[in-house]
């Protein structure tokens, strides 16, 4: 092994992982949310956010879309 090397004539490439990168973020979950995926993650000896990453992203890969129907609000009684 060389002591030293000349990386001047080296020429650079993007990196191929760059675009799989993670990007922190803050989210606010509830706790039992929390709590379901941290068991989850122990059984499987993963990092919870690690699991909770693989889950939306199978989401993704799967092209799921989620189906939100609110309950309809109910009049308040008057009173009186």
């Known amino acids: ?4 090397y000349d ?6 490439r993007k990196n191929p ?12 979950l509830s706790e039992d949310v929390i709590a379901y995926f941290k ?8 990092p919870y956010q690690s699991l909770i990453n693989l889950y939306l ?12 129907k609110w ?3 109910r009049p308040h009684p008057k009173a009186g």
Do not use: F, N, W
Not at 7 to 12: I, N, P, V
């Open 39 to 46: 068991e989850m993650a122990e059984v499987e000896g993963i």
């Open 57 to 68: 992203r199978d989401c993704v890969a799967q092209h799921r879309k989620l189906s939100v």
């Open 7 to 12: 990386l001047s004539e080296m020429s650079s």
């Open 71 to 73: 309950p309809a609000e």
């Open 17 to 28: 992982y760059a675009s799989k990168l993670k990007k922190p973020v803050t989210m606010r």
């Open 1 to 4: 092994m060389k002591t030293e």
